[in-house]
């Protein structure tokens, strides 16, 4: 399966319609189940904005702000350095 990353960016570099497709399809069962929390006159509306909302994040999402593994795990440590601190 292709990561939701790779789909981003065949979307924006690419306006992959397949890839965007795809990634609608992966929110999908999400936007199903926030929508049961509004009432149902409401929830057709809801639905086509929650749609045109991921579209626009897709398509606008910053790739250049996202941390790989080793990047996330350095900003853990330092948010949270007693956790990470070695004994002696």
Partial sequence: MTRLIDLTKKVQKQNDMESLEIVLRLFEPKIRVS????????????????????????????????YGFWEFTDKIKEQYPFVYAKSK
């Fill in 35 to 66: 929508l049961k929390q509004t009432s149902p006159q409401e929830r057709d509306d809801l639905y086509q904005e929650l749609k045109i909302r991921t579209i626009e994040i897709v398509r606008q999402y910053d790739l250049s702000k996202t």
